[in-house]
C-alpha cells in the first residue's frame, strides 16, 4: 500500500532557508503536494507537482522531485516567524483518487 | 467563486450520542468529496469518499457512516460514539480532472 514519511520537526532562524523532507513508496503516484497548517485550522494548499516534473518554483517555495528515488522536498527561502505551522506531504493515488498524507512536519521558526 | 463549508467548528458530545457532521460545496458540479479524520499530533486519515450522489467508498472499518444525499453535500454520521472518535473532521473536495484538493476548516470533535 502507500506510505508517505516525514520527519516530525524542523527548526530553523528567521532569514534562513528551510527544507522539509518527505517519501514516499507508491511509484504510480502521478500528483505530490504539500499543505500547510496552521494552529487549530483546516489545511491550505501551497503547491503540488507532476510526477514528470523535478522541479517547480513558486515566489519562496521551491519543490524538488527525485522520481527515481520517490524523494519530495519544500524549499521555503527567507523563512519567516509567519512560516511556523505543520507542513504535510501527500500523494494523489490514482486508484481511489484520494489524497495520502505524511504525518506532517512541524516547522518552527525562531526569531 | 468556488467554497467549501464545514460545520459545526467545534462539538463535545458524551459517549453513546449520535453524530452528524455536514460538508457542502458551492461554485461545482459533481465534485469527488471527501472526509479525513487528524487525531491529536497526527497526520490525517482517509475515511470516505464519493464521486457521485449515493456513492461512498469506505477506507476503514469503524462505527462511522456517510452519505451523499445531493451532489453537494457529504455527511459523517455514527449512531454511537466512542471516545476514540474524538479527533479533528476535515472536508475536502477536488473538481475532476483538476489536481487541486481544497479543504474545509475542520470540525474538532471531543467525545466525553
Known amino acids: 500500500g502507500e506510505d508517505v514519511e516525514q520527519s516530525l520537526f524542523l527548526s530553523v532562524r528567521e532569514g534562513d532557508s528551510s527544507v522539509i523532507n518527505c517519501t514516499y513508496t507508491?511509484?504510480?503516484?502521478?500528483?505530490l503536494y504539500w499543505y500547510k497548517q496552521e494552529p487549530g485550522a483546516g489545511l491550505q494548499l501551497l503547491t503540488y507537482?507532476?510526477?514528470?516534473?523535478d522541479m517547480k518554483q513558486d515566489q519562496r517555495l521551491t519543490v524538488l522531485l527525485n522520481k527515481k528515488d520517490k524523494h519530495l522536498s519544500l524549499r521555503i527561502a527567507d523563512t519567516q516567524t509567519g512560516d511556523s505551522a505543520i507542513y504535510f506531504c501527500?500523494?494523489?493515488?490514482?486508484?481511489?483518487?484520494?489524497?495520502?498524507f505524511g504525518s506532517g512536519t512541524r516547522l518552527q521558526v525562531q526569531p | 467563486s468556488q467554497t467549501i463549508h464545514q460545520w459545526p467548528a467545534t462539538l463535545v458530545q458524551p459517549v453513546g450520542s449520535p453524530l452528524s457532521l455536514e460538508c457542502t460545496v458551492e461554485?461545482?458540479?459533481?465534485?469527488?468529496l471527501y472526509w479525513y479524520r487528524q487525531a491529536a499530533g497526527r497526520g490525517l486519515q482517509l475515511l470516505f469518499y464519493?464521486?457521485?450522489?449515493?456513492?461512498i467508498s469506505s477506507e476503514v472499518p469503524q462505527n462511522l457512516s456517510a452519505s451523499r444525499p445531493q451532489d453537494r453535500q457529504f455527511i459523517l454520521s455514527s449512531k454511537k460514539l466512542l471516545l476514540s472518535d474524538s479527533g479533528f473532521y476535515l472536508c475536502?473536495?477536488?473538481?475532476?480532472?483538476?489536481?487541486?484538493?481544497?479543504f474545509g476548516s475542520g470540525t474538532r470533535l471531543t467525545v466525553v
Open positions: 475536502a473536495w477536488r473538481e475532476p480532472p483538476g489536481r487541486s484538493y481544497t
Open positions: 507508491d511509484s504510480s503516484s502521478t500528483y
Open positions: 507537482i507532476f510526477s514528470n516534473m
Open positions: 501527500a500523494e494523489a493515488d490514482t486508484g481511489r483518487r484520494a489524497l495520502t
Open positions: 461554485g461545482t458540479s459533481n465534485p469527488n
Open positions: 464519493s464521486v457521485g450522489i449515493g456513492q
